[in-house]
């Protein structure tokens, strides 16, 4: 098992920035698929980002992509989500996630098999 804590979440203005961080513990790190999801109120968990465990390949969902970036360090058992230009629509808990084994990309809830218990962001436009 691997347990995952999330922080970096708050309030920010549209147009801003913000880094969520994710430290994971338990499992050796670099065995680890990592990835962030987001639930905006009253809508379903969807796929963000994922990073392979070297950290050589990356993928995002369209809406973030070009203004997310999704990096790890394996060194501080670490993965981030640097969010820039950020919209209203981007408001929402955001989930840090882990797969043991999974298909590229790991897309769907199911492909996934640890989470964290989310950090909520806020944009206000």
């Known amino acids: 098992q691997v347990q995952l804590v999330e922080s970096g979440g708050g309030l920010v203005q549209a147009g801003g920035s913000l880094r969520l961080s994710c430290a994971a513990s338990g499992r050796t790190f670099s065995t680890l698929t990592m990835g962030w999801f987001r639930q905006a109120p009253g809508k379903e968990r969807e796929f963000a980002a994922a990073i392979t465990r070297s950290g050589g390949n990356t993928y995002y969902t369209s809406s973030v992509k070009g203004r997310f970036t999704i990096s790890r360090d394996n060194a501080k058992n670490t993965v981030y989500l640097q969010m820039n230009s950020l919209k209203p629509e981007d408001t929402a808990v955001y989930y840090c996630?882990?797969?043991?084994?999974?298909?590229?990309?790991?897309?769907?809830?199911?492909?996934?098999?640890?989470w964290g218990q989310g950090t909520q962001v806020t944009v206000s436009s």
């Open positions: 996630a882990a797969a043991w084994h999974s298909n590229w990309p790991p897309l769907k809830y199911g492909d996934w098999d640890e």
